[in-house]
């Protein structure tokens, strides 16, 4: 059995939502690196500026939660499709993989 053709908006949409995942991840640990590096400022100093840094630190948080996925979905989807779409080309001159099913 040969895999001759991968669907390109259908790669796109898997890999997409597969890097969404994997920018979801990174997001809350990037938002729990930040909020942890808040509190150790926190504790260090007692200036007057901390609450404007705490406002600041939290913001990045949750924008790394809810930017890191969306921009790692995007460009998941953009290179699953441009790869399915180069899979497609090159299978077309030289055939596809072969794979073993049972």
Do not use: C, H, W
Request: charged share 5%; hydrophobic share 55%.
């Amino acid at each position: 059995m040969q895999v001759k053709r991968i669907g390109p908006l259908s790669a796109g949409k898997v890999t997409g939502a597969l890097y969404a995942l994997i920018g979801l991840v990174f997001g809350v640990i990037f938002a729990l690196i930040s909020l942890l590096g808040i509190a150790i400022g926190s504790l260090a100093s007692n200036s007057s500026g901390s609450s404007t840094a705490l406002f600041g630190g939290v913001g990045v948080a949750i924008a790394s939660v809810i930017f890191l996925p969306v921009l790692y979905g995007v460009l998941g989807f953009i290179s699953g499709l441009v790869s399915a779409f180069l899979y497609n080309v090159v299978a077309g001159l030289i055939g596809g993989i072969e794979v073993d099913i049972e």
